[in-house]
RNA sequence: GGCGACGUACCCAAGUGGUUAAGGGAAGGGUCUGCAAAACCCUCAUUCACCGGUUCGAAUCCGGUCGUCGCCUCCA
């Protein structure tokens, strides 16, 4: 069995993850709160767990992996101490966008179907399980009862807290174990007096103005941020789970919570393994929805750039590096992909449709054995604690390789193949696999007829060597954005 | 106030004790081409912010200086 590193913020060291039934990882994600479309700062995270499960898949385990979408509209400052904010989805509707929306429901159905379109064009794997907390009330009042019962929560006339005096342990997970910090850290929010200590975090708020509410045992409200997340873990992955990962921003609190919530309930270890993604920086600053400096995926697709390329751009750069990201940088993205693409062309004129999916491993020939060598150093990389900047260098390695043969023979094809497959189940970055909405798919079937009849045009021009007819259609073209290659197999043509 | 990251060529960036300091972009030259495009080939840091120290040996370890940035509050 191979050995999958990984930094674990809980010992702050990089180590192997350990699977509790060998060779299947049991893995959780904190997902966005979709209450506006995402950002390419959280597709960085969610990336980043992606290329967790390829790289485990990779080397041969199966993967449980669980990631939520929190449709219920918390508290702005329901973090430390308890709730005194807006709730971010009452914000998002009051505001300009919201108007066209009925209530808050109808706004997160909006925008987690936006969302899971988001994953898909940016060639993310589908979670087994993508639970909502919406539709896991009932488990989460259980849960709130179960802490009470245990001692470790407690209801006050605005809510029910949890008892941070009640665990040993609070704060083993980002370091704020001093109880002095933890009061400088809480200073901001606003205190209910009866909370036993400032830090005591909500479970459950009383309030029967939300515009999303539930009836509990303590009457109309809401549940609090951070129990959804230890409810859904612990339903789909058991008590214990293997992997637990989220933003840089989750270590404290939520994911201290979590802790705390689901370790006081079950009495057992919650989680195994913790990974945080350092936030995306935007030309050299932070970006953040309060600061309003952030693309969102949509911004910069509907700029017409290749959802692939910004795959690459995002993942270009180890996760626990702060990335710097660049209009520039995803430019450069973009003529890479298209270099796994021209491979992927030559290729598809030798094998024929399909090739990808039918793709084997390697052979024992010359190429076969100098691309297995160089997908192993990639798959090295990977498995120590996800160098994507190394993975990415060798798959660019690898396709010069393909490149460099001006004619590829049958069983070169095949090792080529062999190799842009592998490349795409670890990295998902060869731009060889549609990941385009299918409703677009229509249009091009009637153009590419029409460029045909273009190019066959030009063909003849340039046979009579007429390259001023040759060149007009060409130009027209270009200005049309269809982009021409005169190879000698004839003139292919590519939209750019 | 607490915690942490980073400073490598024009730009992005890997490398964290030892042969030639990955890779990409840009730039320059070349092959191919009617010309292009694409692809390929070649060139492009004796040097890793700065100053000391440890060591046979440091971009890599230690100390200091300067600079940039992040988390702890909404946020991935």
Redesign the pocket.
């Known amino acids: 069995m191979r050995e999958f590193k990984l930094y674990d913020t809980l010992s702050r060291t990089v180590k192997p993850i350990t699977t509790s039934e060998p060779g299947h990882l049991k893995f959780y994600s904190?997902g966005?709160?979709v209450y506006s479309y995402a950002h390419i700062?959280?597709f960085?995270?969610f990336l980043t767990t992606d290329l967790v499960i390829r790289t485990a898949e990779a080397i041969g385990w199966d993967v449980t992996y669980v990631s939520n979408i929190t449709d219920v509209g918390?508290l702005?400052?329901d973090?430390?101490a308890d709730a005194a904010g807006d709730d971010?989805m009452a914000k998002a509707l009051a505001s300009k966008e919201g108007d066209q929306f009925a209530n808050v429901w109808d706004l997160a159905r909006f925008y987690a179907v936006a969302f899971e379109d988001d994953w898909k064009r940016l060639n993310l794997k589908t979670p087994t399980v993508r639970p909502r907390a919406t539709e896991h009330m009932r488990e989460q009042i259980v849960a709130v009862e179960d802490l009470i019962k245990k001692g470790h929560a407690y209801e006050t006339p605005t809510g029910v807290y949890f008892s941070v005096d009640s665990f040993e342990e609070y704060g083993k997970l980002s370091?704020?174990t001093d109880r002095e910090?933890l009061q400088?850290?809480?200073r901001?929010?606003v205190q209910d007096d009866n909370k036993k200590n400032p830090a005591d975090f909500a479970l459950w708020k009383k309030d029967d103005k939300h515009l999303m509410q539930w009836f509990s045992p303590w009457g109309w409200g809401f549940p609090g941020w951070h129990i959804e997340c230890s409810v859904m873990a612990q339903k789909y992955l058991g008590d214990t789970i293997d992997l637990h990962g989220?933003?840089?921003?989750?270590?404290?609190?939520h994911h201290e919570c979590e802790i705390a919530q689901s370790e006081a309930g079950t009495g057992k270890p919650f989680c195994n393994h913790w990974m945080h993604?350092?936030?995306?920086?935007v030309e050299?600053?932070?970006?953040?929805?309060?600061k309003g400096n952030f693309f969102t995926v949509r911004d910069l697709l509907e700029q017409g750039f290749d959802p692939i390329a910004l795959r690459y751009a995002l993942i270009?750069?180890?996760y626990r590096?702060?990335?710097?990201f660049?209009i520039?940088?995803l430019?450069?993205a973009e003529?890479?992909v298209?270099?796994f693409r021209?491979a992927g062309r030559r290729i598809e004129a030798i094998l024929g449709e399909g090739w990808l999916e039918s793709a084997g491993d390697f052979g024992s020939d010359q190429l076969g054995q100098e691309l297995s060598g160089i997908y192993e150093q990639g798959l090295n990389a990977m498995l120590d604690d996800l160098?994507t900047?190394?993975a990415?260098?060798k798959a660019?390695?690898g396709t010069?390789a393909i490149?460099?043969i001006s004619s590829l023979s049958e069983s070169d094809a095949k090792e080529g193949a062999a190799f842009l497959a592998k490349v795409e189940a670890l990295l998902g970055i060869t731009g060889l696999i549609a990941t385009q909405e299918p409703e677009e798919e229509a249009e091009p079937e009637i153009e590419g007829k029409l460029v045909s009849v273009w190019v066959t045009e030009r063909d003849e021009a340039?046979k009579n060597k007429d390259?001023a007819t040759?060149?007009l259609i060409r130009n027209k073209l270009t200005a049309a954005g269809i982009?021409?290659?005169?190879?000698p197999d004839g003139t292919v043509w590519a939209k750019r």
């Open positions: 904190c966005p709160t700062g959280n960085r995270t918390h702005t400052q973090d430390v971010k370091g704020n910090n400088v850290a809480v901001d929010v989220g933003g840089e921003d989750l270590k404290f609190p993604v350092t936030f995306l920086q050299g600053e932070k970006m953040s929805k309060s270009s750069v180890p590096k702060p990335h710097n660049t520039q940088t430019k450069d003529g890479n298209e270099r021209e160098n900047s190394v990415i260098a660019l390695e010069k490149l460099r340039k390259y040759s060149d982009e021409l290659r005169d190879t």
